[in-house]
């Protein structure tokens, strides 16, 4: 199993361009769900997804949208960036249930200038 | 919203020296997670806790979660240079389903 995996592993955008995020997971898991990453700020919520063609927002959904059309994929897309959404982008999976662990992917640092 | 803090936000210890991190919720958690992310790495999960007052050992590292289930503590006996890294604790609220909200994390540094 390659678990989480996510594309590019790094990213430079320039301020107004869009760009999507990748996100594949092969564990059959059905809760898929995107955070950013800010210095001293934890890991914020964006969106997440409990199915193929259900998703919804999280803590901080503005700015990004998301779909699910597989079990397996969940893309992130940024539609106009902003220097505000330079962050590290992790991509997490788990079963249904809040006793389950979240398998997190290796990450996206996303520069915006 | 529900709101997760942790402290310290940073603790630098001697390699040998215990190590304490503690979170606090600002509603009753139906359960919490504690997730360790080494440098440059993503966060990977250590525990779960979900009865009040449970209390759980791994090895060198113990985790508690409060009577109330609004606060937790992971201690570390003896910090090793492998303890590195940020320690995350992520409380699920009761019909929250799988989201987690993740506190600050406190960042462990250990010199040799």
């Known amino acids: 199993n390659a678990g989480v995996t996510q594309t590019p592993k790094f990213q430079v955008l320039k301020t107004g361009q869009s760009m999507t995020l990748q996100c594949a997971q092969d564990m059959n898991h059905e809760y898929m769900s995107w955070y950013r990453q800010d210095p001293g700020m934890g890991l914020r919520l964006i969106h997440y997804s409990v199915g193929a063609g259900i998703t919804d927002q999280g803590e901080v959904p503005n700015g990004y949208n998301v779909s699910r059309s597989t079990t397996e994929d969940f893309p992130l897309r940024l539609l106009s960036a902003a220097p505000s959404q330079t962050s590290v982008y992790f991509c997490?999976?788990?079963?249904?249930?809040?006793?389950?662990?979240?398998?997190f992917g290796p990450g996206t640092r996303l520069t915006v200038t | 919203g529900q709101q997760v803090m942790q402290i310290p936000q940073y603790q630098h210890v001697q390699e040998g020296e215990d190590f304490t991190t503690y979170c606090n919720s600002s509603?009753?958690?139906?359960?919490i997670q504690w997730y360790k992310q080494r440098p440059g790495g993503h966060p990977v999960f250590l525990i779960q806790?979900?009865?009040?007052?449970e209390v759980k050992k791994q090895k060198r590292l113990t985790f508690q979660f409060g009577e109330a289930k609004k606060n937790s503590s992971l201690h570390i006996t003896a910090t090793q240079t492998t303890d590195v890294g940020t320690y995350f604790c992520a409380g699920s609220a009761y019909n929250a389903g799988n989201m987690l909200t993740f506190g600050g994390g406190t960042r462990l540094m250990v010199k040799p």
């Open positions: 997490a999976s788990s079963y249904i249930g809040a006793s389950y662990e979240q398998y």
């Open positions: 509603t009753t958690l139906s359960n």
């Open positions: 806790l979900v009865k009040s007052g």
